[in-house]
Nanobody, 121 residues
Framework: QVQLVESGGGLVQAGGSLRLSCVAS????????MAWYRQAPGKQREFVAA???????NYADSVKGRFTISRDNAKNAVYLQMNSLKPEDTAVFFC???????????????WGQGTQVTVSS
């Protein structure tokens, strides 16, 4: 099995910063793309940012220039540095990773349990 555990969420004032972390553990052979999604109350889960195994990155337009995704392949970790936070960034943030488990097979997507980010005005 594979587990993703997020941390770093919390309450911050508008204009502030937070750094989210997500660590994958379990029977991991290889990790491909890793990403962050978020879900605000009453809304669908939406893409925030992604990074490939080689470090390429992609961002939603709403966070470009404010958020930075990075990864540490040695630690099976992905991070999201969030600066200039706005009240509309308030959401539960979820980590997503595509993993090949030990023993072979193809990439399979996994989700973390989510971490709450609340930005006050």
């Amino acid at each position: 099995q594979v587990q993703l555990v997020e941390s770093g969420g919390g309450l911050v004032q508008a204009g502030g910063s937070l750094r989210l972390s997500c660590v994958a553990s379990g029977s991991i052979f290889s990790i491909g793309a890793m990403a962050w999604y978020r879900q605000a109350p009453g809304k669908q889960r939406e893409f925030v940012a992604a990074t490939g195994s080689a470090g390429t990155t992609n961002y939603a337009d709403s966070v470009k220039g404010r958020f930075t995704i990075s990864r540490d392949n040695a630690k099976n970790a992905v991070y999201l540095q969030m600066n200039s936070l706005k009240p509309e960034d308030t959401a539960v943030f979820f980590c997503n990773a595509y993993v090949i488990q030990t023993g072979g097979g193809s990439y399979r997507g996994y989700w973390g349990q989510g971490t709450q980010v609340t930005v006050s005005s």
